[in-house]
């Protein structure tokens, strides 16, 4: 039988709503690796591995940087090892005042039940011109 992972992205979103980060981590193999999207502004340390790196270097760097920022799943597909989530990134840069509302897909490897790879994909662009050469997350 085929293991559905789709709950546990589920599970991952929900818990980041309501910025329960300790959950969501929770969520991660401690050896999990995570990757930005290329030329995203916090793709610098590509990959993040281990729940500590993405908790310190993404989720502290969008809490610091962005007033309400959200992760909003739309769809999610998937069977087996490989769960993709379809949806929208919103949020407005506090240095610049701008908002986005960018599309993103995320998939999730999975190995024993946990996520052990996150790729993410986003309008990047969007994130540049939003924060207009502001320095962002960690390089401050």
């Not at 085929?2 to 309501?18: G, M």
């Not at 930005?36 to 908790?55: K, Q």
């Not at 986003?122 to 207009?132: N, R």
């Amino acid at each position: 039988m085929v293991n559905d992972y789709r709950n546990i992205v589920e599970r991952f979103y929900q818990a980041y709503a309501r910025k329960d980060i300790s959950s969501a981590l929770e969520l991660l193999d401690p050896q999990v690796e995570m990757y930005a999207a290329e030329n995203f502004i916090y793709a610098t340390g590509n990959p993040y591995v281990g729940p500590d790196a993405i908790r310190d270097r993404i989720f502290t760097s969008l809490e610091t940087d962005w007033d309400g920022f959200s992760v909003i799943p739309e769809e999610i597909l998937g069977a087996g090892e490989v769960v993709i989530a379809r949806g929208r990134y919103r949020g407005t840069f506090k240095a610049t005042g701008t908002v986005i509302n960018a599309e993103f897909v995320h998939v999730f490897r999975f190995k024993q039940g946990k996520i052990v790879m996150w790729q993410s994909y986003t309008d990047t662009a969007q994130f540049k011109e939003a924060v207009g050469g502001q320095s962002v997350g960690m390089s401050r």
